[in-house]
């Protein structure tokens, strides 16, 4: 059974982890699908803009195209002009006015969003004579080509659009083609929380599910888990209340069987004898009913007749009539509260003796009993040197047929309802237990009930 469970679980969880990742992998395709349609929307609506600069400012693509062929031109009359030619080009004098012209037409499209961009420099190369390239200038992308804009980085930047520009000149000084290549990167701040937002519906719902599936999951496994506490517990139950009855019930049988013998009816001395064994088994059997009945009763449904009572002289005589049944038991008392309470003078007796045999079970050799008040709470105080309770099995020692074991063994005998009937019969009085154990260090048991 126990295997069974084992491999249930393990299975569901391999199931819950193998969604978890099928969510991740639908919200990570989605995010990055929404990135790309960002992008497209931001190129669609950009390129409207930028198709050419001198949809900008046709004067500012003059001047442009003048630098262009004067450094073209003074290049083919001087060879070791190629040198200045890059740096001329990153730091033509209109760059700064075609950055603001170019930031206000941004501005205005996307008057929600915060854009960054940069216009950088990729090829320069002169055709000589309309045949020969000559490539003075050619690189990838960098942010260091800049010639407009004030993007700061590439790296979080995607390419709008390529700006490819020829120039000819025919003349008898010169007859060339030059053609460049700009390329605009932009960047939109805060680009992730806008697409986050976008999704914020999807979201909701993938962590949605994932949380339902987990509490559902560790709801299902902690159910799991009580069934099969309660199942094993159960079957012990059952296990020892059989071997509860089978002593009583053997020993009717065999005395039935005995008072049938002629002998025996003659004889009036062991004719009684038997009686009386036929009595006290009967007297045993309706024990065992009455405890599995009575204390098979939750703290509401138990009835209380509650009467005023000495607390001290109270539990004085119920300790001497304990030392009666227990004399080789030493027995302590610190009383160091006198007070009256008004309480269910029968269960509440039952209660305490319980405590008091269930330290006697399981090795005490000392008891001691104190009482205290504190803020109108009367506590009784039940401290043995036993052989304690390990710190697992203390959560579940008020549990319904609940016993501690030894190992995979029961060492001791009881129905488990001891401590459960305790535990009901002290919250009937509206009051609480405490527990204080460590194996080998004996147990100590604090019942406090309202003064």
Known sequence: MKQKINILISLSAIVLIA?????????????????????????????????????????????????????????????????QIKKQLLENHFRKQLTQKLQKE?????????????????????????KQADTLFAEKPFIENKMYGNLASLDDAFLIRNYVGTTSSNTEKSNYKLLTEDALYVSVKNWEIIILKRMALLLFFAFASIITLITIFIITLKALIKQKKISDVK?????????????????????????????????????NQ?????????????????????????FEEIELQKEKIKANLFLTTLIDDFKLAYPNIEIKTDFKAETQLTLDKFHLTTAIINVLENAVKYGCTTIVVSTNLVNNQFSVSIED?????AKNKQSLLFDKFYRVEQG????????????????????AHKGSINLISD???????ILSIPS
Not at 385 to 389: L, M, R, S, T, V
Not at 415 to 424: E, I, M, N, P, S
């Open 439 to 445: 194996l080998g260090k004996g147990t100590r048991f």
């Open 385 to 389: 040197d036993g052989i304690g309770i």
């Open 106 to 130: 941004f501005d205005k499209e996307f008057p929600d969003h915060s854009i960054d961009f940069a216009i950088v420099l990729n090829k320069f190369v002169i055709y000589n004579n309309a």
């Open 19 to 83: 969604l978890c990742f099928m969510q991740y992998y639908l919200v990570t395709t989605t995010y990055n699908y929404k990135v790309a349609q960002f992008r497209t929307e931001v190129k669609e609506r950009l390129s409207n803009i930028t198709n050419d600069y001198s949809d900008i400012d046709s004067t500012i693509f003059h001047k442009k195209d003048f630098l262009y062929k004067e450094l073209a031109e003074n290049y083919l009359i001087d060879r070791n002009y190629r040198s």
């Open 408 to 427: 995979n063994l029961h060492t001791t005998k009881g129905l488990g309802l001891g401590l459960y009937y305790v535990d009901q019969i002290i919250k």
């Open 274 to 298: 038997l009686l009386s064994t036929i009595n006290r088994q009967n007297d045993r059997l309706q024990s065992l009913i009455d405890q599995v009945m009575s204390n098979s009763l939750g």
């Open 235 to 271: 079957t012990d139950f059952i296990n020892n209340i059989t071997h509860e009855l089978k002593t009583p019930l053997t020993t009717l049988s065999v005395s039935t069987k005995i008072l049938e013998r002629k002998e025996v009816k003659e004889n009036e001395i062991i004719y």
